[in-house]
Every structure is written in C-alpha cells, then in structure tokens.
C-alpha cells in the first residue's frame, strides 16, 4: 500500500507575505505540500477586543482581540479537519523552522497509535512532564505521553474526531487556543490522549535565534501580557534553610516521577543541515 501523506494546514495572515514566503520555502525543504488557511487578522476586527468571554479561572486575563483572532484561526482550521475524510491532520503556524526529518515524518500517518487525539510536534524549550515509555514513530522519532502544560500551538497533528471536539469548546471564548489544547490545568475538552513528539519536528524560528522582523511570535503579545502581571521585581535571594527546603522538595517530586513513569525534560530540536 502507498502510504498516504499527511494533510497538513498552514495558517497565514493576508498581510503577511513575508512568512508565506517562509513557510514555502520549509515545506519546499522537506518535500511536503500544505493547504493555506487564511488567518483572521485583528488589525481588521476590533470588535474581537470586546467580543463576549467567559473566564470562569481565577487570575486569568481577558483574551486581547489578537489571542482571540489566533483561537479563532486554529478554530478554522479544527472545522476544514472535521469536515474532511482523512483521520489526522497538521496544523502549522508560519514561523516555524522544520527539523531535517520532518518530511519522513509528514509523508504519512501510518505511525499514529489508533489511540492518539493530539499530537505535539513543537518544543518551545521549557521543561515539561513525558511519559517515560517511547514509542517508535518513524525515521529518528518517538512519541510519548505529553502529561503536563507545554505551550504554543505553532505545530501539532489532530484527528478528526477531535477536531469535532475542539470546534464545539471553542464556541465560547474563555481561553488562549494553547491553554484549550496543551494545558491540562483548563479541562474544557473532554479527556484527550495527548501525545509530544520527540525530538520535536518544529520550532518558532524566533527561538532559534532568528531575529527577522517577519517572524515574531504570534503568541508574544499574550506572553508579555502574562509576564507583565506576575512578574514581582527582582527575586529575593534564598536563604540556606529555603534552598535546602527546595532541593528536598526536587528529590520528592524525582522520586514520585520516577514511581509514576514519567520525567520532567526539555523537548529537544535538531535544526536542519545548513547545506539543505
């Protein structure tokens, strides 16, 4: 049988050729072809800013209308996968940098557990919480249970039927589109089996060092906005007794993770060859 490839989903602002230029020239790399999905652009619905929001989590800012615009982006995107035939779907943003391997990675799903709703294919180099079992996905990849929070929605794989899941949560806004999928401290969706790519195929070129103005972070806005209100000033320098509380506390929680078969570790990221 000939494996089929992926459908895969780019979502890409009108105004931003610039990143359409860049996310052709990746996928164009890796030798896979992708769909645009036009994005919905704040700058040309301020209503958004004061579109109705249920917030039912304490501490939670408003969503701006630019964070409501990139929920309801990936929204248009959940509702094209529902509608359509294939079983799993990638969803992009524009600004990603692909690994070496990520073509033999998109150039089917016959890697996928029967089992999977989401799949994670980004890092954003923070630590998160695996599973400690790996299962093989293809050429240099695994996959293994995502068991914690790990943020941005600029690469991931779907099925259909949660993407149907996910069109019917957001119906109602009340939080950031990475929160809906990647965050599990907000169960609207009802329970998923998530998985993280490892090592991940994608990552926002902005950590990588690129330092172009058409590739900023389509999530920035909202980082800083959260930044903004937790930060306290400069942190207190810890006492003996504090760091000694701490470390005792970094055993405990090794030792449960350990007992739990999971692990806290930075998803990492092979950049492509500079010569491809």
């Not at 299962?135 to 990849?141: D, H, L, Q, T, W």
């Not at 996910?166 to 950031?176: K, N, Q, T």
């Not at 920035?220 to 007794?241: P, S």
């Not at 000694?244 to 506390?249: D, N, T």
Request: with cysteine.
């Amino acid at each position: 049988m000939i494996p089929v490839e992926m459908k895969c989903l780019v979502i890409n602002l009108d105004r931003s050729r610039d990143r359409l230029a860049h996310i052709t020239a990746e996928f164009t790399r890796i030798g896979i072809a992708f769909e645009r999905v036009k994005a919905i652009d704040a700058q040309d619905r301020p209503e958004l800013d004061h579109m109705p929001q249920n917030v039912p989590y304490t501490q939670r800012l408003r969503l701006t209308g630019g964070e409501i615009a990139c929920l309801l982006s990936h929204r248009a995107c959940w509702t094209i996968i529902a509608s359509g035939d294939a079983s799993y779907a990638a969803i992009f943003e524009d600004d990603v940098v692909f690994s070496a391997r990520a073509g033999a990675l998109l150039g089917n799903a016959d890697w996928i557990p029967a089992d999977a709703d989401i799949i994670k294919l980004e890092t954003f180099f923070q630590k998160t919480m695996v599973g400690r079992k790996l299962i093989p996905a293809g050429p240099g990849f695994s996959i293994s249970s995502l068991l914690a929070d790990h943020m941005g929605t600029a690469g991931y794989i779907v099925s259909k039927r949660t993407a149907s899941d996910l069109v019917e949560a957001s119906r109602e806004i009340s939080v950031a589109v990475d929160d809906l999928v990647f965050n599990p401290a907000f169960p609207i969706l009802p329970r998923k089996t998530i998985y993280q790519l490892i090592p991940a195929l994608c990552v926002q070129g902005q950590l990588l060092g690129y330092k172009t103005p058409e590739l900023p972070s389509l999530l920035k806005e909202k980082r800083d906005m959260q930044w903004a209100v937790t930060a306290t000033g400069e942190k207190r320098r810890k006492t003996a007794v504090e760091r000694a509380k701490a470390e005792v506390g970094r055993l405990i929680r090794h030792i449960v993770d350990f007992r739990r078969r999971r692990q806290r570790r930075v998803i990492p990221f092979r950049p492509p060859d500079p010569k491809d």
